[in-house]
Nanobody
Framework: QVQLVESGGGLVQPGGSLRLSCAAS????????MGWYRQAPGKERELVAT???????NYADSVKGRFTIARDNAKNTLYLQMNSLKPEDTAVYYC????????WGQGTQVTVSS
């Protein structure tokens, strides 16, 4: 089971950008699908984006055109580039490895506010 550690969250103004990273303790090369989720206060955790080993990508409609997911298998790291951030993007962001354990990171807080 890989251990996942997110970083890169913080406070940003509306319209700003952040890049989240998710570092894995082991190889992610054989993990077909990796993804980002988020959970806002009082809401259920929701899917933000997924990426397969072959490069197939899916985004939630709410982030299409603004967020970009990427993975670097050599560095065992998953990324989420977030541009044109909105207050409604405020949430704790989690990365997930769709391995047989469904491994999750501990989350990183993203707050979009002026």
């Amino acid at each position: 089971q890989v251990q996942l550690v997110e970083s890169g969250g913080g406070l940003v103004q509306p319209g700003g950008s952040l890049r989240l990273s998710c570092a894995a303790s082991g190889s992610i090369f054989l993990i077909n699908t990796m993804g980002w989720y988020r959970q806002a206060p009082g809401k259920e955790r929701e899917l933000v984006a997924t990426i397969t080993r072959g490069g197939t990508i899916n985004y939630a409609d709410s982030v299409k055109g603004r967020f970009t997911i990427a993975r670097d298998n050599a560095k065992n790291t998953l990324y989420l580039q977030m541009n044109s951030l909105k207050p409604e993007d405020t949430a704790v962001y989690y990365c997930k490895a769709f391995d047989k354990y469904d491994s999750w990171g501990q989350g990183t807080q993203v707050t979009v506010s002026s």
